[in-house]
């Protein structure tokens, strides 16, 4: 959440930032925050969280009441406590835009800042932009999936707390949903909002007739009706009695679509657009949800279902089949000099590096190159300064991230767009970035 607690981080970091003001570490270091492979099952992922991230980075604050509770731990001496409620974070942050497909390696986040600062940072932002870009990436492919239908986010009930479910949403509407049923997000975010009834409304009247009317009536605009309590064939019937009734009693609600949450889908989407059309209901939409991820909204859309919107919940709040990513947060250099982890599967590139896309004549992507800073390759660098000395640089709304992310999207390979199997995209290490790893292995 923006003005997130201080104290909201690992330990570690706070003791290593006791260890670096004794010892007068004060040079500068620049980290940088990447995924060190994908999942299995995604063949992109897309970047999301900046905006909280760099809000976190310019309000970090320790108050009297963070010094007070750290020094009872017994951990801390005070003097480094003192200089704790003065720490402000004075560096700059280089980052890939919102919405930007991203690939294993490629630093998403670069924050160069005296290294207390920006180690402060690590536990925040690997929370913040590991969390939104894997819903986003998620969010993505259900986008793929739809071809251009609606698609409106369930997962709140089912997401891991509140934070968890505003910013699902966020993500999700970053990636191409268009609406969401968290009215807190709406409020926030600025997010079109969708909703309609649960099936203990339909139950708590006596007859499905009457609820349908009763909540029909209570409504200012037109609302949709969810037909499968009982029997989506019956429900769909009595739905279509309503619209006659109110639309012969010309009043300004109506129904706008009929959904169905549950059964087998595609046979009673089919059945309910055949009875709708041979009753004149051509305006009445359809809309699906119930347990629906990105592989059971293509089976639909490709055979034919009509479907013109889903209700996406569980699999979406989650990330059901991929719901961590291997994204860290390395030290590349300190006081000027590369530095580089060697652990056995879990090697770094060292140095400040930046990415360049190389794009074919439509713009399609055609492979990216990781190289030093300094460094020039084919296509257009990715990294882009957003803060310097503590202070952002201008910003995206929500709204210019969501059309970058879906013309970004729209760039993807054919073979990254598809759901089945992963494939794999070129990304190239630079000859330079390679021979700096293996000056450093030769160091004892």
């Not at 330990?11 to 930032?17: D, I």
């Not at 920006?118 to 999936?145: G, P």
């Not at 619209?243 to 300004?252: D, I, N, P, T, V």
Request: with cysteine.
């Amino acid at each position: 959440m923006n003005g997130a607690p201080a104290l909201l981080t690992d330990l570690y970091q706070l003791t290593m930032a006791q260890a670096y003001f004794e010892l007068g570490m004060q040079e500068r270091a620049v980290f940088e925050l990447f995924v060190r492979r994908l999942p299995e099952s995604r063949s992109f992922l897309l970047a999301a969280g900046l905006e909280q991230a760099l809000e976190y980075a310019a309000s970090l604050r320790f108050s009297a009441e963070d010094a007070a509770f750290l020094a009872q731990t017994g951990l801390f001496h005070p003097d480094f406590l003192d200089h704790l409620r003065s720490v402000r974070f004075s560096g700059s942050v280089h980052a890939l835009l919102e919405g930007t497909p991203f690939f294993a390696s490629e630093p998403i986040v670069r924050v160069t800042a005296p290294i207390l600062e920006a180690q402060l940072l690590e536990s925040r932002l690997l929370n913040i932009v590991h969390f939104q870009s894997t819903i986003a990436s998620k969010a993505a492919r259900c986008v793929i999936a739809a071809q251009g239908r609606r698609l409106s986010d369930f997962g709140m009930r089912r997401a891991h707390e509140a934070d968890a479910a505003l910013f699902a949403a966020r993500a999700a509407y970053l990636a191409g949903f268009d609406a969401t049923a968290t009215v807190e997000a709406g409020r926030r975010f600025g997010i079109p909002l969708s909703g309609t009834l649960a099936h203990s409304f339909i139950e708590a009247h006596d007859t499905e007739q009457q609820a349908f009317r009763d909540f029909a009536l209570s409504s200012p605009q037109p609302t949709t009706l969810l037909i499968d309590t009982y029997d989506s064939a019956r429900g769909l019937e009595r739905a279509m009695a309503l619209a006659r009734e109110l639309k012969m009693r010309g009043a300004a609600h109506g129904i706008r679509a009929v959904r169905i949450d549950s059964g087998e889908l595609a046979g009673q989407a089919r059945a309910a657009r055949a009875t709708l059309d041979a009753n004149g209901c051509h305006d009445i939409r359809i809309v699906l949800s119930g347990n629906l991820d990105e592989h059971v909204i293509d089976g639909l859309v490709r055979s034919g279902v009509p479907v013109d919107a889903f209700g996406v919940g569980t699999a979406l709040g989650v990330s059901a089949d991929a719901p961590s990513l291997d994204m860290v947060y390395k030290l590349q250099q300190y006081a000027g000099k590369p530095r580089r982890k060697r652990s056995a599967g879990k090697a770094t590139w060292p140095g400040i590096k930046q990415v360049f896309r190389e794009r074919g004549a439509a713009g399609e992507y055609r492979g990216d190159h990781i190289v030093l800073e300094d460094e020039r390759a084919a296509g257009e660098p990715l990294l882009i300064e957003v803060m310097r000395s503590g202070r952002r640089l201008g910003g995206a709304s929500l709204a210019a991230s969501r059309e970058h992310a879906r013309a970004e999207m729209q760039s993807l390979p054919a073979q990254l767009r598809e759901l089945g199997r992963a494939a794999a995209y070129p990304v190239e290490i630079s000859v330079a970035l390679r021979g700096l790893a293996r000056d450093l292995d030769a160091i004892d």
